[in-house]
Each structure stands twice: as structure tokens, then as C-alpha cells.
């Protein structure tokens, strides 16, 4: 097989969704595989078996384009299992149905439109060849199998030189932007309605959540209402209570003794699990009791359910078809899911949270339509967002920083150093180095630079967000419509070579160059390649009263307030939609890693294959997962 595929790009007038299965938003913004690829070798075509017939194009006679819903539940696993090469030829046939003399008419319509000489010129067709100009056919490289999908994104970004990448999603233009700075305003914008997909999981009455709902009042009043519960002097009270777990690892590691691996992903969960708990209920949920589980109870229910709901995000009404086996399965995993919810919220109900943890700031929540306390399918979707956005995203994190640690034996060594100079490391003169403090956290600069470098190479949330304008935006020279879904792949711009210097390469020391999380946003000559929204005065986001509840602000200001840099580097989203349990996020990864780091020297286990082997068991599931866990051999410091 070619090392690459080639591939053109077909867009414009004549749309696919006729003849084409809709692929789901997220899941193909994330592998950015779009129905208009079609390989110039069309004999190969691989038929996929169905009951159900769709009609083929017109134009082509000897293709019959067969598709059912069974089929798209397949394919849309196929997209998430992130195998570019795999996907293109399945969907080769569907985009056989375009004719080449359909082909032909697009593209010489489209090259009139670029040319500027199609139809007279009025500021209306202006306006129409800069917004059809964005999805002009290109010639593109299909990313090889052996690369994970993201990565393909990444490929094509570096192909077009930063340019906005222009899609369609049947009759809805996406566009994916990997430019800090031409993306800054799409933060102001709304989420789309993919994410409500999710809804239906926290229980029997869906409700939105600070995750799947819309920026409105009732978003800010929760935000802003939970957000205290995840400042330094309230995270502290518990941090006692986290390192205590984190000996219930440090004693697990060492039963395995060095010649045995461990899988620091499937432990990391169980960490992660119990730190949640404990900021919601002020205990945890027993999950670090038995390590050697490979998941904990919860994530057992939660898992399946969450990965079914993935596939069908951009079809939620396939859930309803039960004949489908796939879709019986799905209903009796989220009934599970829904009573264990229920017995969460019972708890939480009556276990009297203390009055710094998120639980008890959860509960004291009103809803600002009602003026009355927050129902129970409104609490029940809030507590479960944060089991679901952190335990597994935060696992994640962790195992990818193990990894680089591992591979990496000067970072170790430097990592090491550092922590001896704590008095934290364990040694043969120290068998019994001093717990890990509070206080010894911003001691450990070294240590926080590989964290944030191992999160810009392996960016949990690979997608990073999609939304929706409301509002006309030009992105350089391109016209955006009302309605454009636009995704920003936090994955992309962090290994955007335009924004980053030898973005490939993993250096820890680039966080100490003063505002290393920014890029300047304007040109020196004066010009700027910011897009220009219509009825905003600058590209900055504006987060009103949500500012103090942030852990950062979202862009440093310049004169008269307006941006004067675009933020870069962005794990936990940015804007008034940025992750607001991130101090808790960043701690649990920081106290895990310092604490496994100080007792055992780790080696990447041989079962793994070596970085090839994890690299390529790298799945996109919404985030970024080590497929087949993390081993590593964890040999202890003391001998």
C-alpha cells in the first residue's frame, strides 16, 4: 500500500448528503475525514452490506450505494478507532455517486468564483466568492494508517499553511481553525448542539449542564455559583486526603516489585475517581481500595454507556431503534448508568458535604428562572458532568506525562533532581522521604513545565470545541455565515508550527520564556490577520462577571483594552467556557506524578512496543486514550 493516498477535495454548489450517510460533528471534526474525500483510484471500492438500499446518484449506473443504520453505527466507530485510511475506503463508493461531470461543473464553477468572474460584481457576490472560496477543491494527502486521526488534521493544517480548513457536513459548512489567533472570538460564540447528545446520560430527565448547555444565564449563575469550591484555600483543606490516596498507589506499585508492570492509566483512574468523590462529597468512593481492578465500579457502568453515545452523537434518534443489537445494549447500559446516578444523588442529597467542597456549593445553587434550588435533574446532570469530564480526562493526562517521563531519561533525571532537592525523593540514606505538601507544589517548577509540555503534545481533548456563529465573521478574507460550524481542535494549534518552535519536539524548558502560553496577535507592520466579527469591537473574549471565577484570564490587554495576544495553549478549553475544575484537574496530576516519581524510577514496559506502539494506541474518544493502558515497570528508589 502507498505510504499516501491521494485525495481531492470536493466542495460547492452540489452536496454529498443525498448519497451520503451525515457523519457526526465531533467525531469527524476530530478526524477530519468529510464525505467530499474521495481517492483518485475508484476501482477498489469496498461495498458495504445492507438490508436497506439508498438511492444512487443519477449520474452513476453501475454503482449501488448501500447503507443502513447498523452500517452507520460501524462507520461512525471506525471514525472514532482513528483510522483515516480504513474510513476513506469505506465511504468510496458513497462518494462514487458524484459523477465526473458533476465533478466538473464544481470545479469550473468554483474557479469563476475564485477568479472573480462569476456573475456581476456587487458587494452580495463578493461576499458569496469569499465565503465559496474557503471550500475550493484541493489537492490534499491523505494521512497514512499508521497515524492516529488527529494527527491527519495536523497534516493537512501544515499543507495549507495555517489557512482555515474548509469542510461540509451535508449542507452545513464547517470550518476548522488552528490559528490562536483567528480563533480567539470563536470562543465568545455558542456551543453547538452536538453536545447536547450527552444529555441523556446524567438520568430519566435530561437536563443541559455546565458541558452540553448553551452560555446563558442559568450557565453563569451554576459557574459562577461552583467555582469557589476549586480556589487554592478550598482545594487545600482536602489535599491531605489526596496524598493519602496516593499511598494506597505507592504501596500497590511496590507489591508489584520491579520485574512485574503496572498500568499507571488504569491506576490513574482509580485516583482520579476517588478525588472527584471527595470534592463532591467530601469522601471518596473506595475506588484506590482495590487497584488491581482494571477499572473502577462506576467507570464499569459509565464506560459502555459513554462510548455508545459517542457513536451516535450526531444521530441521537438511532438510540430509539432497540431492534439493533448495538442499540439494545446501549439502553440497558444507560439504565444502569441512570440508577447508579440515582444513588449518587441520594448521597449527595443526604451525606452533608462539607461546606468547602463542591458538593455543598452544588447544593446551595439556584436556578435564577425559578429563584428556588436546583431540581433533581438539574443537580444530577451538574454532578455527574464532573465524574464524566474529569475522572477519565484527567487519567489520561496522567498516563501520556508517565509516558514522557519514561521515554525521556533526561526529563527523569531532571525530574528526579528536583525532587531531591524537596527532600521528597526516596533513597537508600532516605527510605522515608516527607509527604507531599501543599506548599511543596509550587516548589517543583521543573516538573509543572513537563506536565504542560506532555498536555500540549498529547492534548487530552484533541477536538477541543466546536461551536456555532450567530453572527457573519470573516476569517483572512473568507466570509463565514450565520450558522457556520466552526471547530477549534486544541490538538491542531498546539502543534501548529506557525505558533510553535519545533512544535514536534518535546521541550519542557520552553514554559520558562515569559508568557510562553501566548502568541502576539497582531502584525509589527500594523496589520492584523485577527478576524473581524461583525458588531464586536475587538477579538478579545469578554467574560464579564465570570472573570474572578476563572483560573486565568483569557487574553493578555493591551492599550485601551484591546487584545494584545492571543492565547495559545489552551488543555483546558479558554474562555468563559474553559474547564472550571482545572485546579483540581492540575493538582491530582501534579500529586500523582511528583508521588510515583519520588519512590520508583520508571521504564516503559517492552508489552507496550515502545513509543511506535503507544503512539498507534492512541484512540480518540472524545479524548485522547491509551488504548492498551500504560505499563511501566516501577523500580523502587530505595534500593
Not at 228 to 238: G, I, R, Y
Not at 283 to 306: I, V
Request: hydrophobic share 40%.
Amino acid at each position: 500500500m502507498a505510504s499516501s493516498l491521494e485525495t481531492q477535495w470536493i466542495c460547492g454548489p452540489v452536496s454529498h448528503s443525498k448519497y451520503c450517510p451525515h457523519f457526526s460533528h465531533g467525531l469527524l471534526s476530530a478526524s477530519v475525514l468529510p464525505s467530499q474525500l474521495v481517492t483518485q483510484d475508484l476501482r477498489k471500492t469496498h461495498r458495504l452490506r445492507s438490508d436497506l438500499s439508498l438511492r444512487p446518484s443519477a449520474h452513476s449506473k453501475d454503482t449501488k450505494a448501500e447503507f443502513n443504520t447498523a452500517t452507520y453505527v460501524q462507520l461512525n466507530a471506525a471514525v472514532v478507532a482513528g483510522n483515516p485510511a480504513s474510513l476513506l475506503r469505506s465511504y468510496q463508493h458513497f462518494c462514487k455517486a458524484e459523477s465526473d461531470s458533476v465533478r466538473k461543473v464544481d470545479q469550473a464553477a468554483t474557479d469563476q468564483i475564485v477568479a472573480g468572474k462569476q456573475r456581476a460584481v456587487t458587494p452580495k457576490n463578493h461576499a458569496d466568492a469569499r465565503r465559496k472560496a474557503l471550500y475550493q477543491p484541493r489537492q490534499l494527502k491523505a494521512t497514512p494508517a499508521d497515524k492516529t486521526a488527529v494527527k491527519t488534521l495536523v497534516e493537512w493544517a501544515k499543507e495549507l499553511g495555517g489557512a482555515p480548513l474548509g469542510l461540509r457536513l451535508a449542507y452545513i459548512p464547517l470550518v476548522v481553525i488552528n490559528d490562536p489567533k483567528l480563533a480567539e472570538p470563536i470562543f465568545e460564540q455558542q456551543k453547538s448542539s452536538m453536545y447536547a447528545g450527552l444529555e441523556g446520560l446524567s438520568g430519566k430527565e435530561p437536563h443541559p449542564s455546565l458541558f452540553t448547555g448553551k452560555t446563558s444565564a442559568y450557565y453563569r449563575a451554576v459557574r459562577k455559583g461552583v467555582a469557589p469550591a476549586f480556589n487554592s484555600s478550598n482545594l487545600k483543606q482536602s489535599f491531605g486526603r489526596l496524598t493519602t490516596l496516593m499511598q494506597a498507589v505507592v504501596s500497590h506499585a511496590g507489591s508489584k516489585g520491579p520485574a512485574a508492570p503496572v498500568d499507571v492509566f488504569a491506576v490513574a483512574g482509580h485516583v482520579t475517581m476517588d478525588a472527584i468523590s471527595l470534592s463532591i462529597f467530601g469522601q471518596d468512593a473506595g475506588s484506590t481500595a482495590d487497584l488491581s481492578a482494571p477499572k473502577p465500579r462506576y467507570a464499569k457502568l459509565l464506560d459502555p454507556a459513554m462510548a455508545g453515545f459517542t457513536k451516535t452523537l450526531a444521530t441521537p434518534w438511532i438510540r430509539k431503534l432497540t431492534f439493533l443489537p448495538a442499540m439494545k445494549r446501549l439502553k440497558e447500559d444507560v439504565k444502569a448508568v441512570h440508577a447508579e446516578h440515582e444513588r449518587m444523588l441520594q448521597r449527595l442529597r443526604t451525606c452533608q458535604p462539607p461546606p468547602a467542597s463542591l458538593g455543598a456549593h452544588l447544593l446551595a445553587l439556584t436556578d435564577p428562572a425559578t429563584d428556588r434550588p436546583l431540581t433533581d435533574a438539574q443537580l444530577c446532570a451538574e454532578m455527574v458532568t464532573f465524574f464524566i469530564a474529569g475522572y477519565e480526562t484527567s487519567a489520561s493526562a496522567i498516563a501520556w506525562a508517565l509516558y514522557l517521563i519514561s521515554t525521556h531519561a533526561d526529563i527523569q533525571q531532571r525530574v528526579t533532581a528536583e525532587l531531591d532537592a524537596q527532600g521528597l525523593l526516596r533513597t537508600p540514606d532516605r527510605p522515608q522521604p516527607h509527604r507531599l505538601e501543599w506548599e511543596d507544589l509550587s516548589q517543583l517548577p521543573y516538573l509543572r513545565n513537563v506536565i504542560k509540555e506532555s498536555l500540549r503534545l498529547w492534548t487530552v481533548a484533541t477536538g477541543g470545541t466546536q461551536r456555532c456563529l450567530d453572527r457573519p465573521m470573516r476569517v483572512r478574507g473568507y466570509d463565514l455565515a450565520p450558522g457556520t460550524l466552526v471547530q477549534v481542535p486544541f490538538y491542531g494549534v498546539h502543534h501548529n508550527p506557525a505558533v510553535w518552535e519545533r512544535p514536534e519536539e518535546c521541550l519542557p524548558d520552553r514554559w520558562d520564556e515569559p508568557d510562553a502560553e501566548y502568541v502576539a496577535a497582531a502584525k509589527s507592520d500594523g496589520s492584523s490577520s485577527e478576524p473581524v466579527l461583525e458588531g464586536t469591537q475587538a477579538a478579545g473574549s469578554n467574560l464579564g462577571d465570570l472573570e474572578d471565577a476563572t483560573a486565568a484570564p483569557n487574553s493578555k490587554q493591551g492599550p485601551a483594552g484591546r487584545s494584545a495576544a492571543a492565547r495559545r495553549f489552551m488543555p483546558f478549553s479558554y474562555g468563559v467556557r474553559s474547564c472550571v475544575g482545572q485546579n483540581l484537574a492540575n493538582i491530582t496530576i501534579m500529586t500523582f506524578i511528583a508521588t510515583l516519581c519520588s519512590h520508583f524510577s520508571l521504564k516503559l514496559a517492552p508489552e507496550m512496543g515502545g513509543s511506535y506502539g503507544v503512539e498507534q494506541s492512541a484512540v480518540d474518544m472524545l479524548t485522547l486514550q491509551p488504548k492498551n493502558g500504560m505499563l511501566m515497570h516501577c523500580a523502587s528508589r530505595a534500593q
